[in-house]
């Protein structure tokens, strides 16, 4: 299987910060790269597509970079609607696999 | 605007079989380009893809499950299911269902998710 990680684990951020999240996999995955925010009680929702492409309906402040192993998802003005958990998933092969997650938390 | 709606299985005795099944509105579970995936997440943990079927009716199912695992079509019924046989408490978890979109190869449309917990 893939392994895919993410850092930060969690991290602390005010309004209007800018954010950006890592994600590695263990070995190519090309573009098939997806980002997903969570929260709580909630389904995930999908933000990012193929690593760079903004899914229908999703403010342009998100956007997502990066191809075979390293990937960022980035926001640029942090809104109080995006305090959530952000996941990365690889469609590549299967299983797909996501990663353990980044927390979003209020400085 | 499809919608997803998974059923209620709540609580299940270990050693026992999870049934889930996710109802499909707004469109045909029968028309590509999607594929009907069961995702997975342990309380306070991350998410774990379990599997999907394609329309055609193929499946792929995770290694880790695949031996206790069936995910199914019903065509007329408009709606596609899950079943994990001998479940254990690791099996406790939020299940979810989604739309796997092959298009953009991610999961566009969910369910809500719900909450099966295994316990005697």
């Known amino acids: 299987d893939i392994q895919m990680t993410q850092s930060p684990s969690s991290l602390s951020a005010s309004v209007g910060d800018r954010v950006t999240i890592t994600c590695r996999a263990s070995?190519?995955?090309?573009?098939?790269l997806n980002w997903y925010q969570q929260k709580p009680g909630k389904a995930p929702n999908l933000l990012i597509y193929?690593?760079?492409h903004l899914q229908s309906g999703v403010p342009s402040r998100f956007s997502g970079s990066g191809s075979g192993t390293d990937f960022t998802l980035t926001i640029s003005s942090l809104r109080p609607e995006d305090f959530a958990a952000y996941y990365c998933?690889?469609?590549?092969?299967?299983?797909?696999?996501f990663g353990p997650g980044t927390k979003v938390d209020v400085k | 605007q499809m919608q997803l709606q998974e059923s209620d299985s709540g609580l299940v005795k270990p050693s026992q079989t999870l049934s889930l099944t996710c109802a499909v509105s707004?469109?045909?579970?029968?028309?590509?380009?999607?594929?009907w995936t069961w995702v997975r997440q342990p309380p306070g943990k991350g998410l774990e893809w379990i599997g999907y079927?394609?329309?055609?009716?193929?499946?792929k199912y995770n290694p880790s499950l695949k031996s206790r695992l069936t995910i199914s079509l019903d065509r007329p019924g408009n709606r596609f299911s899950l079943e994990l046989r001998s479940v254990t408490a690791a099996d406790t978890a939020v299940y979810y269902c989604?739309?796997?979109?092959?298009?953009?190869?991610?999961?566009?449309?969910w369910g809500q998710g719900t909450t099966v917990i295994v316990s005697s």
């Open positions: 989604a739309r796997h979109n092959s298009y953009l190869y991610a999961m566009d449309v």
């Open positions: 707004g469109g045909s579970i029968s028309s590509g380009p999607y594929s």
């Open positions: 079927i394609y329309h055609s009716g193929t499946t």
């Open positions: 070995q190519s995955i090309s573009s098939y």
């Open positions: 193929a690593a760079s």
């Open positions: 998933q690889q469609t590549s092969t299967t299983p797909s696999t």
